[in-house]
Nanobody
């Protein structure tokens, strides 16, 4: 069984910063891409940022220059440093990981989500 556990969400004022963490645990052979997605009320879930096992990153245009994704492969953990936060960044943030299981198949896993609220 594999779990993704997120932490670090909360309420901050516009212009502030938050750092999200997501740790994968369980029966894991290796982790390929990891990423962060978000879903605001009444909207579809959208990509925020992804990072490959080799460290290549991809960002949504709306967060470029403000958010930084990173990972610690030894700890099976991905981070999202969010700076210069705006009210429109308010959403539930979900961690995602493409995990190869010991038995062989790759499976896509999601965390439970962490609320990020930015006040104006």
């Amino acid at each position: 069984q594999v779990q993704l556990v997120e932490s670090g969400g909360g309420l901050v004022q516009a212009g502030g910063s938050l750092r999200l963490s997501c740790a994968a645990s369980g029966s894991i052979f290796s982790i390929n891409a990891m990423g962060w997605y978000r879903q605001a009320p009444g909207k579809q879930r959208e990509l925020v940022a992804t990072i490959t096992s080799g460290g290549s990153t991809n960002y949504a245009d709306s967060v470029k220059g403000r958010f930084t994704i990173s990972r610690n492969n030894a700890k099976n953990t991905v981070y999202l440093q969010m700076n210069s936060l705006k009210p429109e960044d308010t959403a539930v943030y979900y961690c995602n990981a493409d995990i190869r299981l010991p038995a062989g198949p790759n499976v896509d896993y999601w965390g439970q989500g962490t609320q990020v609220t930015i006040s104006s």
